[in-house]
């Protein structure tokens, strides 16, 4: 058994999975000063934790690990942290690996794992992120962008007369106020976007590219864009386990 956890800047996920998978997820905000305790206490709902010896650690919020080092251990368990090069069947395409995310390392072990290569990933969150593996199992980071809720968030910042929210649904492209018109560009912009990253992706690999959408915001564009072979809403955990598992000392 292994605990995944997955911390990212808005929210931080938690995983036990089993041999057959993924038993139980939970999630807490990522308060860095709270964290700890509340993910303790989570926790405690886990199902199965006293027989998980090893949990991986995916971590894109420095100053929340060694608080979170700390609570993992005294639950008796060994801590792997997750980083470039801990898979053998990708490699980082970097000029400098480690300046690759962790957690698009994590997706891109577990689309390689379930696809081979080549493969795409997009994870929609604070950021939208694509990753790439080629058909050599070389991991290529792909574009980063302003993620839908940051992106509205930075436009309020910014324009004082601009503020909107994110739409539950696309709604009409010929907007008949402003705040349509902020729903509009999220609504239709994003799911624009992330097919025309695709189509580019296709073209600089030359051969077909299964993509797998997730992430938080996943969600809002499923259905909405084109090239998508599915959505696997907890493929970072997903990696973390695997890449866990694949290090941790056998049962």
């Known amino acids: 058994m292994i605990l995944a956890v997955d911390v990212g800047n808005t929210v931080?996920?938690?995983?036990?999975?089993?041999r057959e998978g993924m038993e139980w997820c939970g999630r807490v905000p990522t308060d860095c000063t709270g964290l700890p305790g509340s993910l303790g206490r989570l926790l405690q709902e886990a199902p199965g934790?006293?027989?998980?010896?090893?949990?991986?650690?995916?971590?894109?919020?420095?100053?929340?690990?060694p608080d979170l080092r700390t609570l993992i251990r005294e639950m008796g368990l060994q801590v792997l942290e997750i980083r470039p090069?801990?898979?053998?069947?990708?490699?980082?395409?970097?000029?400098?690996?480690?300046?690759l995310g962790v957690d698009r390392y994590a997706n891109a072990a577990a689309a390689y794992h379930r696809y081979g290569g080549p493969v795409a990933v997009v994870d929609v969150g604070t950021a939208l992120?694509?990753?790439?593996?080629?058909?050599?199992?070389?991991?290529?980071?792909?574009?980063?962008?302003?993620?839908?809720?940051?992106?509205?968030?930075?436009?309020?910042?910014?324009?004082?007369?601009?503020?909107?929210?994110?739409?539950?649904a696309a709604g009409p492209m010929l907007a008949s106020s402003t705040a349509e018109g902020i729903s509009a560009g999220v609504a239709h912009g994003y799911p624009a976007l992330v097919e025309g990253l695709i189509s580019r992706a296709r073209d600089a690999v030359s051969v077909p590219l299964?993509?797998?959408?997730?992430?938080g915001g996943g969600s809002r564009l499923q259905g909405q864009v084109a090239g998508i072979a599915e959505?696997?809403?907890?493929?970072?955990l997903e990696g973390i386990a695997l890449l866990a598992g694949n290090r941790s000392p056998a049962p």
């Open 12 to 18: 931080t996920r938690v995983a036990v999975f089993g």
């Open 49 to 65: 934790l006293e027989e998980v010896q090893v949990a991986g650690v995916c971590s894109v919020v420095p100053k929340v690990d």
């Open 85 to 99: 090069g801990l898979s053998a069947d990708i490699r980082v395409g970097y000029t400098m690996p480690e300046e």
């Open 129 to 168: 992120t694509m990753e790439i593996v080629d058909e050599r199992g070389v991991l290529w980071g792909g574009p980063i962008f302003p993620g839908p809720e940051v992106a509205l968030r930075g436009l309020g910042e910014h324009a004082a007369r601009l503020q909107g929210r994110l739409p539950d």
């Open 210 to 215: 299964p993509v797998i959408l997730t992430g």
């Open 231 to 236: 959505r696997i809403p907890h493929l970072t």
